[in-house]
């Protein structure tokens, strides 16, 4: 069964920075794709960036500039690191991957148990 643990989260000042990791666990998958999501209070969730096996990376205008997504694809291991950061960063964030489970060669998502990010102004 796969898994997903996020660290990483916490308070800090706008304009500082922190850094969210994530790594998936388990036996017999392959990663597609990895992410971050957020959801402020009162909002839907919404994509913050992805990176695929392949390396290619998507973000949201919002955060283009100031966040990076990496990977390391052995690990099954996905970063956030967010720069320069402001007050509308706050939310949860939750990581997402998307992997094929060997056994069954269906294509899966699994979402993280989510990390509370608070920027204070």
């Known amino acids: 069964q796969v898994q997903l643990v996020e660290s990483g989260g916490g308070l800090v000042q706008a304009g500082g920075s922190l850094k969210l990791s994530c790594a998936a666990s388990g036996s017999s998958f392959s990663i597609i794709a990895m992410g971050w999501y957020r959801q402020a209070p009162g909002k839907q969730r919404e994509l913050v960036a992805t990176?695929?096996?392949?390396?290619?990376?998507n973000y949201a205008d919002s955060v283009k500039g100031r966040f990076t997504i990496s990977s390391e694809n052995a690990r099954k291991t996905v970063y956030l690191q967010m720069n320069s950061m402001k007050p509308e960063d706050t939310g949860a964030y939750y990581c997402n991957a998307k992997f094929v489970d060997w056994g069954t060669a269906r294509a899966s998502e699994l979402w993280g148990q989510g990390t509370l990010v608070t920027v204070s102004s």
């Open positions: 990176v695929t096996s392949g390396g290619s990376t």
